[in-house]
Structures are given as structure tokens and as C-alpha cells.
């Protein structure tokens, strides 16, 4: 007896569209193609597309520290009612996450509350070399996020003598949040009170460019891999793209759908995020990218802040915003739109995190495989609306937009823990594992 069997969809498998059913059995593919064994549940997904489980590579989830912002159960609810299955969230919490300690700390929090599946970053800092050293065999651990600039909490490496420590000692991939901490700190003069406009100034395209240049010379010194996350500027698409490899790098789906001065006009401080959104120069040079598959992941930098606080008066607001609930949807109402395929996005959210990550039995629907699936109907609408974000903040930068295709069904080793926007069942999510 099976335990699900996914019949009549239209499947992306071996990059192609196929009209295939799946077998699943004990959370795995157990079979592709005619199945005509009896299961204990079938999904009937005529006319919608299954991909595999879709996956966000940049979360931050604020526990411990800011539960009243989020927490690791209400963080992974708005990941599988958005049709993702798997989650990387940050180190940047209160503690930070930047001993085995407080890692171990943060496995014993998710275990039996959070729904998706999960992996953490080891938070990089000036001392914890040795730590770093040891990372290989850390379960849930997808690699080591280093703020070379300055954004929410305490994690800060700045100095380049300590960036390279980080890399030296680096025994997984190390993420990297880049902004040069010392022009941040030149250009504080330019911020303007009350007007958040001067976010992208003060924050200027130097200041990332800069960064990102002695990433990249750091990184390959040492030849260590670095993942370059939330990439806003021309100039830095331009750069990066002449240094693949060892190098990749993830943009936002806010990046490639709002741009500046429009979002500050209408959104006012709930467009302030680090590294900030940009002009319309930057917007389509980042989708160029997209266009051309320069980039390697799309991230939804999941930053969830309470409105009373997003509301003080600009620089008394926090950078960040809610999106791991909204990044397949924005993604999929693009691809509707043309500007990029379904299987760009695939390798943007499945495939590409599998292989820079190294995650095991993810990414692909094949035999013996996880049975993770994120279920699409690309001709749905749906209109984003606060008060159906299920994360503690309660709002998007998306509110009241009508998108075209969405997920409806999320589906994690087997179990069907969203339908049609409902979340069922327990939380069950695990630990990911890394080859």
C-alpha cells in the first residue's frame, strides 16, 4: 500500500514538463509514470504543475530574541503557505547563533515546531575561527553567514584582517551580507531624518561594490567558496559574472519587483531594507541577470519587523521585510509575465541550492528522492493581503497585489501540509542533510 500517489500532473522532471504520476512511499519517490497500486491518500493535480520542494535559502526567523516579531513555528508557517519546503535561516538572533551551544540551542527550538524543513548558518565572528574549522559534520548546518557590513543584530566582521580569518578557517560554504562597514560609517552624514529616501544613499552603490570586490579577492586567495547574498547593483552583477566558480550569488524577488523612488514614495519605511532597493537602473540590470542565469539563487531574505516599528520616523526604523510567504507567488506572476522560465526558477529555488549547498535528496523529482513537492496553479490569481501572511508581523510589501500563478498544495516527505492556503497536520520539519 502506497502512502500518496500524485496523479494526472504536469511534472518537471530532467528539466522538461512531463505528464507523469508519482508514487510516494515512507517520504520517498518510490515510483514516476502509470502507478496503479493502491494508496492511502491521492492528490489529483489535473491541469497544475508539481515541482519539487522549493526552497529558501536566506530566512530569518528571530528566535530566540524577537518572538514577538517571529518564531521558528511561525516562520516556517508562512514557508509551506507559500509552497516552500525547506528553509536556511540566519544566525543573527538574540544570542547570536555563533557557537555549538547556542547551534545546538536552535536544533532543540525547531525539533516538533516547525513545519517546513530547516538548516541554520553558523554565525561568522571575529573569534570563532576554530568553530568554523569544524563545520563539516554539524548536522542542519548549511553554511556560515558573515555581516561584513552592518544590519539587524550583533554579528559583525568588518575588518578585513578578520574576514580573512573567516575564509581561512571556513569548512562550508560562508554566505555573505556586503556592505563595507567603514564607508557605512563615512556616509551616516548623508542620512536624512524622517526621509527614507537617503536609504540608498547612505547605503550607496560603493559601498556594496567594495565589499563585494574584497570578497571575492578574499575568497578566491583562499580558495573557499562565498555566496554573495542579496545583490542590488549593476555593478555588481557586472563584476560577479566575471568571477563564476567558486563565487555565486542570490538576488530578492523585492529587488526584481519594486524599485526606488516609486517604493519609498508608496511605501514609505516598509521598502527600508539592507542592502537597499534601488533605482531602475539597478532593477533591470538585476533582471538581466536573471534573464541570462548569472545568478545562482533567489532568496526572499525573509526579515519580518512589527509595524510599530516599521513605522518611527526614518533612520529609527528597521531594515527588513517579510517574503518567504510571497516568493514563489511573486516568482510565479514573472514567469506568467515572461521574464523568466519555470525552469530558470527551478534552478533558482531547487536545483542550484542543492548543488552549491551540497543538500542530499533534494531538489529533483527522481526515484529514492525526498518526496518534497511544491504544487503550482499558474493560472490562479490571488491578491496578497496582510491579514493572510501568517507571519507575526502581519504585513507585506505586496499587500493588495494581484499576482498570476501560486502555489496550492505543499507537500513535505509525503504529507500534504498545505491545501488551497490551509495548513494541516503537525509540524514535522527536519533537520536538512548535507552530503
Known amino acids: 500500500m502506497l502512502d500518496l500517489i500524485i496523479k494526472n500532473g504536469s511534472c518537471f522532471i530532467d528539466g522538461k514538463i512531463k505528464e507523469q504520476d508519482i508514487a510516494v512511499k515512507n517520504g520517498k519517490i518510490l515510483k514516476i509514470g502509470k502507478i496503479s497500486e493502491e494508496s492511502k491518500e491521492v492528490y489529483d493535480a489535473k491541469n497544475l504543475l508539481v515541482l519539487p520542494g522549493c526552497i529558501d535559502t536566506q530566512t530569518h526567523f528571530r528566535e530566540p530574541g524577537s518572538t514577538d516579531t517571529e518564531d521558528l513555528n ?11 519546503t525547506a528553509v536556511f535561516e540566519m544566525p543573527n538572533t538574540n544570542p547570536p547563533t555563533s557557537n555549538i551551544k547556542e547551534f545546538q540551542r536552535k536544533l532543540d527550538l525547531a525539533r516538533n515546531r516547525m513545519y517546513c524543513n530547516y538548516a541554520f548558518y553558523f554565525g561568522a ?4 575561527a576554530e568553530d ?5 559534520k554539524l548536522e542542519g548546518c548549511c553554511g556560515i553567514k558573515l555581516f561584513a ?14 574576514i580573512e580569518k ?17 564607508i557605512l560609517n563615512i556616509n551616516k552624514k548623508l542620512i536624512k531624518n524622517g526621509d527614507v529616501h537617503s536609504h540608498p544613499i547612505w547605503r550607496s552603490v560603493e559601498c556594496a561594490m567594495s565589499s563585494t570586490r574584497r570578497i571575492v579577492r578574499i575568497a578566491e586567495k583562499y580558495n573557499k567558496k562565498a555566496h554573495v547574498l542579496h545583490i542590488t547593483t549593476k555593478e555588481e552583477i557586472d563584476f560577479l559574472s566575471q568571477h563564476k566558480g567558486n563565487i555565486t550569488f542570490e538576488i530578492t524577488p523585492q529587488h526584481l519587483t519594486i524599485y526606488a523612488p516609486d517604493c519609498y514614495n508608496k511605501l514609505g519605511t516598509y521598502a527600508q531594507m539592507n542592502p537597499p532597493i534601488r533605482d531602475k537602473s539597478h532593477y533591470d540590470r538585476l533582471w538581466y541577470a536573471v534573464k541570462n542565469n548569472l545568478n545562482d539563487t533567489i532568496g526572499s531574505d525573509h526579515a519580518p519587523h512589527l509595524k510599530k516599528n516599521k513605522e518611527k520616523e526614518y533612520p529609527n526604523s528597521p531594515s527588513g521585510m517579510p517574503g518567504v510567504q510571497t516568493l514563489m507567488p511573486v516568482m510565479l506572476d514573472h514567469v506568467n509575465s515572461g521574464k523568466l522560465s519555470i525552469s530558470q526558477l527551478i534552478s533558482f ?4 541550492p542543492v548543488k552549491i549547498f551540497g543538500i542530499k535528496n533534494k531538489g529533483f523529482i527522481k526515484e529514492k528522492y525526498d518526496a518534497d513537492f511544491t504544487i503550482v496553479n499558474m493560472s490562479k490569481k490571488i491578491t496578497i493581503k496582510n491579514e493572510n501572511i501568517e507571519s507575526k508581523c502581519k504585513w507585506s510589501p505586496f499587500n493588495n497585489v494581484e499576482l498570476k500563478g501560486t502555489p496550492v498544495a505543499t507537500i513535505i516527505a509525503g504529507k500534504i501540509k498545505m491545501k488551497e492556503g490551509k495548513i494541516l497536520g503537525e509540524p514535522e520539519g527536519n533537520p536538512l542533510i548535507f552530503n
Open 132 to 136: 568554523l574549522a569544524n563545520l563539516k
Open 149 to 162: 557590513g552592518s544590519s539587524t543584530g550583533n554579528l559583525l566582521v568588518a575588518d578585513e584582517k578578520d
Open 166 to 182: 573567516v575564509f581561512k578557517n571556513s569548512s562550508k560554504v560562508v554566505a555573505v551580507h556586503s556592505e563595507d562597514e567603514e
Open 74 to 84: 511561525s516562520g516556517s508557517r508562512a514557508a509551506i503557505a507559500g509552497g516552500i
Open 125 to 128: 565572528t571575529a573569534d570563532n
Open 349 to 352: 529555488v531547487c536545483e542550484n
